[in-house]
């Protein structure tokens, strides 16, 4: 907790950067800077804030786009489409929010035993996580892979059974921070 609140300081000061910039004349090219600056700074606080979730077990991953099997990636809405761990218990949902499917939202929704198989960085310093998934409907691997100094991250699930795999974009987030709406379990 007094890592997170450091961070937040951290952020709260960062903010009032540009303000003073303003108010001293600066040119649109320092602004420029500056903002560019700021948002670095954020992306860094956000992944500083991502990994000390992941290193704690309590963390969702939003997808904002999936790719099944090779196909088109498809925008979706991000509070329907995760993985959050819990612990050693992940829930996992993929749902087009149009109705019908297993879970009454045009996907499906299930849960199960997640384990952290291996944790690598590589030279750039993204983190890639590997995950052994078992639950009623999803066995299989995933691999989670957080870029450097921020939250995105890309998530690749390769099923046990089936040619069905999914590729997915989004951000990871420490459970409480982001709305998910659960469907029906199966």
């Known amino acids: 907790m007094k890592r997170i609140s450091i961070i937040i300081a951290i952020f709260a000061f960062a903010l009032t950067l ?7 004349g600066v040119s649109k090219k320092e602004q420029k800077a500056a903002k560019r600056a700021l948002e670095a700074q954020k992306d860094s ?3 500083l804030v991502s990994r000390d979730a992941m290193e704690r077990g ?9 790719n099944v099997s ?22 996992f949902q993929t749902s087009s929010g149009f109705g019908g499917g297993p879970n009454n939202m ?3 929704t299930t849960t199960g035993l997640i384990k952290i198989e ?4 590589d030279r750039h310093g993204n983190i890639t996580y590997s995950l052994r998934l078992n639950g009623t409907i999803l066995n299989g691997t995933a691999t989670l892979t957080l870029e450097r100094n921020s939250n995105r991250a890309d998530l690749y699930i390769n099923m046990d059974r089936g040619t069905r795999n999914l590729s997915m974009v989004g951000a990871v987030y420490p459970i409480g921070t982001t709305r998910v709406f659960e469907g029906t379990l199966r």
């Open 106 to 108: 045009g996907g499906i």
């Open 58 to 66: 309590e963390w969702v991953f939003n997808a904002v786009s999936v």
């Open 18 to 24: 540009p303000i003073e910039a303003k108010d001293q």
């Open 45 to 47: 606080i956000a992944g």
């Open 118 to 121: 291996d944790v690598e960085a």
């Open 70 to 91: 090779g196909g088109p990636m498809v925008n979706v809405p991000s509070n329907l489409n995760f993985l959050m761990v819990e612990g050693d218990k992940y829930t």
